[in-house]
């Protein structure tokens, strides 16, 4: 297993156009998260998976923003009718939601450009 | 609910001088803290963590930080700055029960001068 791996690292689309992300967890992992970096911020929460259910969405994530993880494996986000605010660095990290917490493992992240 | 500060956006030191770069938290139960180091258009890696035990924690790169409940710090430290240290540093606290969602401070770019 080579970590957590996301795509695409890069992508420019025009204002009002749809994207999808991808990400790949650690497989044994049953934690996947969602964060979002904006310039010379910290990453913020966006939304997190157990297995296949999504549990918790922050107030970050508006309509416009949809996350799946239909199996329980991959995950995928979406973005509808970009907006210029939305560029930033999508993080993806997973863990194994269990005790003694380790941290997350974060992937390479995909950062969104807004024309 | 949590919270993380970290003082100094921008630390600038020379290579070989002493890297101090501070933490300060807030959490109405035991806190995890870590420190993440993030180079340009990468993802995160983790440097080290603070679960229990000793609080003198000892992670990568000869990087190591002190959890201080009585100042509520997390400070990082190492000895000798190295050029390639250069990069963005986050300290982040977690609640490990439900969600165990990271919050983090807002980084401070750290930059060596040679």
Redesign the interface.
């Known amino acids: 297993d080579t970590g957590v791996s996301q795509n695409p690292r890069h992508k420019i689309t025009k204002r009002g156009q749809n994207v999808t992300f991808r990400c790949d967890p650690i497989s044994e992992h049953n934690r996947l998260y969602w964060y979002r970096q904006t310039l010379g911020q910290g990453p913020e929460f966006l939304t997190y998976f157990q297995n296949e259910a999504q549990l918790e969405k922050s107030r970050l994530l508006s309509d416009r923003f949809s996350a799946e993880r239909p199996k329980g494996s991959f995950s995928t986000l979406e973005i509808q009718r970009t907006e210029q605010g939305d560029s930033a660095m999508y993080l993806c990290a997973s863990s194994t939601g269990q005790e003694p917490f380790y941290g997350y493992t974060f992937g390479s992240g995909t950062r969104l450009t807004v024309v | 609910a949590q919270s ?1 500060t970290q003082l100094g ?1 921008h630390v600038s030191v020379s290579e070989g001088a002493l890297v101090l770069l501070r933490c300060n938290y807030s959490s109405s139960v035991p806190p ?1 803290l ?1 420190w ?1 180091v993030q180079y340009p ?6 440097l080290l ?1 603070y ?1 229990t035990g000793a609080t003198l924690v000892k992670g990568i790169n000869g990087f190591e930080a002190e959890f201080k409940k009585s100042e509520t710090s997390f400070h990082l430290t190492k000895p000798s700055a190295h050029m390639s240290d250069a990069a963005e540093y ?1 300290c ?1 606290v ?1 609640r ?1 029960q439900g ?9 401070t770019r750290l930059t060596i001068n040679p």
């Open positions: 993380v956006s995890y870590f993440y258009n990468q993802g995160l890696q983790l963590k679960t986050f982040a977690v490990i969600a165990q969602k990271l919050v983090f401070g807002q980084g």
